[in-house]
């Protein structure tokens, strides 16, 4: 393949992945940096990320999948980099705690305190864990996460269900109206926290 021929395929990739993804890498950067403006900078990372990346895309993968992992990566490393306070250490899913937002604020719109509450839960997540639920919130499924991710769709199914964050996953799809989802979502939860019990385990929630 000519070098010409890789640079316009390079190009074409990038138009179509920021025409179609544009919306999911904004809530995919959101996700990482609560900060605005380091935000906007996430995200120009991630897009220039992307545009070198599809220099060496070979199929192997759908475009989706591509396009999640060299996204999350970047995001990842952007959160390596910008640490700021080490004494507020990042957990994963088994550990997180709901822990009142900061910057909670009553005066604003319910759904945005919902939206807010949300990410700011996911921002608490290590990057591994915090891909999987983004990934999740953007309806991929546990195998494409796991191809995304480089885990076992097992492991990815359980480390959805262990999550403490359930209750805002069951809020966000709320807000996107998702009822069908919402309540089979509801009957996983409900199932899975009779099988724990039915175990001796502690509440799922």
């Given at each position: 393949?000519?070098?010409?021929?890789?640079?316009?395929?390079?190009?074409?990739?990038?138009?179509?992945?920021?025409?179609?993804?544009?919306?999911?890498?904004?809530r995919?950067?959101?996700?990482?940096?609560?900060?605005?403006?380091?935000?906007?900078d996430?995200?120009?990372?991630?897009h220039?990320?992307?545009?070198?990346?599809?220099?060496?895309?070979?199929?192997?993968?759908s475009?989706?999948?591509?396009i999640?992992?060299?996204?999350?990566?970047?995001?990842?490393?952007h959160?390596?980099?910008?640490?700021?306070?080490?004494?507020?250490?990042?957990?994963?899913?088994?550990?997180?705690?709901?822990?009142p937002?900061?910057?909670?604020?009553h005066a604003?719109?319910?759904?945005?305190?919902?939206?807010?509450?949300?990410?700011?839960?996911?921002?608490?997540l290590?990057?591994?864990?915090r891909q999987?639920?983004?990934?999740?919130?953007e309806?991929?499924?546990?195998?494409?996460?796991?191809?995304?991710?480089?885990?076992?769709?097992?492991?990815?199914?359980t480390?959805?269900?262990?999550?403490?964050?359930?209750?805002?996953?069951?809020?966000?799809?709320?807000l996107r109206?998702?009822?069908?989802?919402?309540?089979?979502?509801?009957?996983?939860?409900?199932?899975?926290?009779?099988?724990?019990?039915?175990?001796?385990a502690?509440?799922?929630?």
């Amino acid at each position: 393949m000519s070098t010409l021929h890789v640079k316009q395929r390079q190009e074409d990739l990038y138009r179509e992945t920021a025409a179609t993804f544009h919306a999911s890498l904004e809530r995919l950067a959101r996700a990482y940096e609560a900060d605005p403006e380091t935000r906007r900078d996430l995200l120009q990372e991630i897009h220039l990320a992307l545009w070198r990346s599809f220099a060496n895309f070979d199929e192997r993968c759908s475009l989706r999948t591509w396009i999640y992992r060299v996204a999350h990566n970047a995001a990842a490393s952007h959160v390596s980099r910008q640490r700021k306070n080490p004494l507020s250490p990042l957990v994963s899913l088994e550990e997180v705690e709901a822990a009142p937002d900061p910057n909670h604020s009553h005066a604003a719109a319910e759904k945005q305190q919902a939206l807010d509450r949300l990410f700011h839960l996911i921002r608490q997540l290590k990057p591994l864990d915090r891909q999987i639920i983004v990934s999740y919130l953007e309806d991929l499924d546990a195998s494409t996460i796991a191809e995304i991710t480089a885990l076992s769709p097992a492991n990815v199914a359980t480390k959805i269900h262990l999550a403490i964050l359930w209750t805002a996953i069951w809020l966000w799809i709320m807000l996107r109206k998702s009822k069908r989802k919402a309540i089979a979502l509801q009957r996983e939860i409900d199932e899975l926290a009779a099988l724990r019990n039915s175990r001796g385990a502690g509440p799922l929630l």
